[in-house]
């Protein structure tokens, strides 16, 4: 019997990716997401009936043209989204057709969705962009919409399997910037040897215009970015367990 492929929904392709992950990277943004983080700059990714179809050769096919850019410089392929993870299947096919080239895969994730055949992705994934939105049970879910112990149980598993991970981190202003938090955050991340990485990222209302344009209320709109002094402060208390912090001030 002839296996047919799944279609994946895309929402857009970047070819020369260089803030999600390592070295040059081919980043595929996937269509859907069921959080609806309030600071979300790419809320037309969050329908998951939108977005272009790609069989996962058609993919492939676009994403081998760069692997020469990919390998020289340390890149890679990096899943984001959307939340990339709601088409399990399909991240997996290309995945394991990743491999087959030598190309690095990383997955950008909320880690909030969680079944057999995300564990079987993570198999073929050399670098995980786990997002944590708050520490904060209660602040997480205002954030987002959801709960936050499906990333939780998602970290302890990336432990388990000793997976590379950057834990990414948005700073809001009013939002997320309860520094208690952030201490027991920096604190549990301090038993997480995998997490190589803590990226702190300012907020900004650049996708502010996406909501607008979408018909949704953009609640963040008298939020300002973070000022340096914050940022710095945040950035001292990730570090304070010796982990590297990277920050974009
Ligand atoms: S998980 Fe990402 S794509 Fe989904 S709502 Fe949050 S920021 Fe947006």
Known sequence: MVRVSKLGRIHSLESFGTVDGPGIRFVVFMQGCVLRCQFCHNPD?????????YTPQQLMDEIVLYK???NFSGGGVTFT?????????YILEVSKL???????VAIDTSGFVWNDTVKEILEYTDLVL??????????YKTVTGVSLSPTLKFLDYLKEKNINTWVRYVLVPNLTDNLDSVR????HLDHFPNVSKIELLGFHKMGEYKWKELGLEYKLSDTKEPSKELMK????IFECNGKVVSANV
Do not use: F, H, R
């Open 184 to 187: 027991q955050l920096s604190d």
């Open 98 to 104: 990743c491999k087959e080239q030598g190309i690095s």
């Open 68 to 70: 020469s850019y990919m």
């Open 81 to 89: 989204g959307g939340e990339p993870l709601l088409q399990a299947e």
């Open 233 to 236: 402060q945040v950035k001292e």
């Open 45 to 53: 990714t969050w329908d998951t009936t939108k977005g272009m179809e």
């Open 130 to 139: 786990l997002d944590i939105k708050n520490y904060d049970p209660l602040v």
